[in-house]
């Protein structure tokens, strides 16, 4: 069988993402759980702020599903794309279900009304958000690849890391049955980028995105490290304004 | 008192039952910590023959049991729930 077209970038931007991978800011928060355990507050922090951005995965989501069209590519790929979706909104089940196991929250209106749970426009984690939004109007191959080969490595490794650190065995489940999904997400990333991105263009494109990707969600990591440790209060929600009529 | 589970075999992990419960703030169906995410009900919490508003918004007849009769349990008719 002949090699796949994209099958040199794949490997590349897995590789580079990788060689980051274990360099993030998440790693000051697995230091900590090594050496003093996860207290109820940072815990509570930690899933807080996770459940928020799995939460805009159905906004993110959204923007790229209205990019598709009927026969610009195969149904193969859009089964792929609606399977990471379900897994994105079981992810957030989880950490709402961890929220509400562990008492940080008594319903799930309070999850969303708490400090950690709310959304803030002015944060790193919106920046990021619409970050992966923006990627709404590119090629489907390029903004899989910026997301699963990028962030998504990423992320895969220092929660493998942060498993291993957690003690508590309802939260190192929490992150611990969210491999498999994980690992296919990047696989199926792997595999569209090597059908599908053929031109020499559409590869800097994925180098591209990949790249700004992985920043935004470094900072995202960066904001969620220091709220974890006590290190920065979350910003106030802005005041609510009536727009309309 | 009778409680209910989800047959796997049939259920098609929709969700329209923890979304319902999350919404009343039962919070008794959940995602199992395993690979499979598969959902599950906590005994515990499920207030069921109370609470039947996880019949009401499956989609899958035939797919929540009772635990004890291992009868599968229909959807209530509309008329239970729907205003007059």
Redesign the interface.
Known sequence: MPDLPGKALARELIEKSRSESRATPVEEVIQAICGDGLDDGAAHRLIGRLWTLERMFYYIYGGWGQGLEINDFPPSIKYLFSKQIVDE??HE??Y??AL??KGFAA???DAFRHPSGCFVMDSALAYYVFSLRNLATYPHPIRIAALNLGPKVLELAWMEGLTKAIADP?LK??F??Q???NRSHINMGRRIVEEFVTKPVEAELCRWACAVAKRDYGRFLGELSAFVLGHEAPAPPAPRRQVTD | MPSLEIDHERCTECRMCYIVCREIDINAVYVALEPLHRIEIDLQKCTYPGCTACLMYCPAEGSIVEVESGRSMVPPPPEAWQEA
């Open positions: 909104s079981t089940m989880l709402l279900d509400l196991r319903t799930q209106k309802d489940g929490v611990e049955s491999f498999v999904e």
